[in-house]
């Protein structure tokens, strides 16, 4: 048994303590804030197998600058000269080509399926409903250029297993029969599955308890003592705590705390917008991304959560009420029937996704310092791949092999 401390109760954080507490170790988390906000809580919840394209793909760029002089575009940048965010800039480019796509699929699709399949379980195992449901996803467009492109995907998500049906509008239509859909026409990608986040986080904590786990919140780790390539102490706001093991998966700050342990970890916040309706008489019955406006929508139980936005403007909390705007104004563009007012920026969540340059986690065991893990920058997929990385990184505790390959998901692949 170890003495596992993992800094971050995200969902990252929390499934890695799951599957280390089962494992037999005694765990800790240790986190700056009280387990209620942070990234993991008002997301759109789904879990998805057919986003095995990275966020580095070709034509990112091209598309990323037509939207960066619209302020109410579903992406930003916020222009800097700050030496983080240009490295970053620079790898994404790099990475930004059909060579990095093609490698990146088969580990990025292995690791999706291993946690949905996780998901199965663990829908069976704990004791309390988190929303799950495997009703699929629609890919929705309007226009003939996005038609095209999202139906070259459905070919490309085929041929690596990952079933896609092209859908007529009429057909969108039959799947939706509550609700007037206006599409061009969709891809349905049935493996696809949704869960409930703040449902899942919020009864995780308590039942991670139960099982011995320990948390420490308030918490802030800002430093650490290093000795004999070894992290011996988190020094933190609270006081000092060792550990055997330690589990990083702090999110968008792991960048910065990377740095205090000599390791290049290159990471840019990427902000995204919800709000959620509740009591909706009619609702959508499967999860569906509006694709011209890059919106994320998810009925949960009666209430329907729209996402979106990808502002990349460094770890700040500001809400930019035009880019929430953009969102509730696809809205009737989609669902003609469908009025949603802007909503108050109170009702309006944002959340940070922990963006790395080339689209894929950092997930593995350290080279340089031999008792630490790193488990973070899952961008838009963290609550997709959290019981993955979560039991990948008990495994790695365990010196056990996990079940999917980690070469491309190598923590110190940036030096
Ligand atoms: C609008 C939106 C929609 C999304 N929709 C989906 C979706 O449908 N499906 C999907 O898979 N993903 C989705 N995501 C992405 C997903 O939410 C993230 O990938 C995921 O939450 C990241 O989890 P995490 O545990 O790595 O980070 P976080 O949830 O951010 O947790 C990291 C934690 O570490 C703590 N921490 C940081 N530094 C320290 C420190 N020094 N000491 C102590 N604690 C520290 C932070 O306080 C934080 O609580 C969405 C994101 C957004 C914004």
Redesign the pocket.
Known sequence: MSKVGI????????TSAYYLVKAGHKVTV????N?Q????????????PS?FIPLAAPGMISKGIRWMFNSKSPFYVRPSLNPDLLKWGYLFYKHANQANVDKAIPALKELSFYSRSLYQQLAKDLPFDFGYNERGLLMLYQSEEIEKEEQETAEVANHFGVVARVLTADQVQELEPDVKVNVRGGVYFPGDA?LT?QDLVNQLVPFLKDSGVEFITD????DFKIDNSKIQTLV?NLGNYSFDEIVL??????G??AKRLQLSLPMQA?????FTLNNVQKNIRI?SIFLEARV?V?PMNNSLRF????EITGVNHKISMNRVRGIVESIPKYYPEMKVDLPTEEKV??????CSPDGLPYIGRSRQLNNLIL????????????PGTGKIVADLVDEKKPDVGLLSFNPERFG
Do not use: D
Not at 270 to 274: M, R
Not at 307 to 310: D, E, F, S, W, Y
Not at 349 to 354: A, E, N
């Open positions: 800094i971050g109760g995200g969902i990252i954080g929390l240790i986190e700056k804030g387990l906000e942070g990234c993991s809580f008002g997301n759109a919840g789904m879990i998805v986003h949704h986040p918490c802030e780790v800002f933190t998966a702090t999110g968008s700050w792991s910065t705390i990427g902000k995204g917008y919800s999860p994320a998810t996402g979106g936005t990808m969540w944002h959340g940070l996704r922990p488990a973070t920058g899952h961008s838009m997929l963290g609550v997709s791949l959290g």
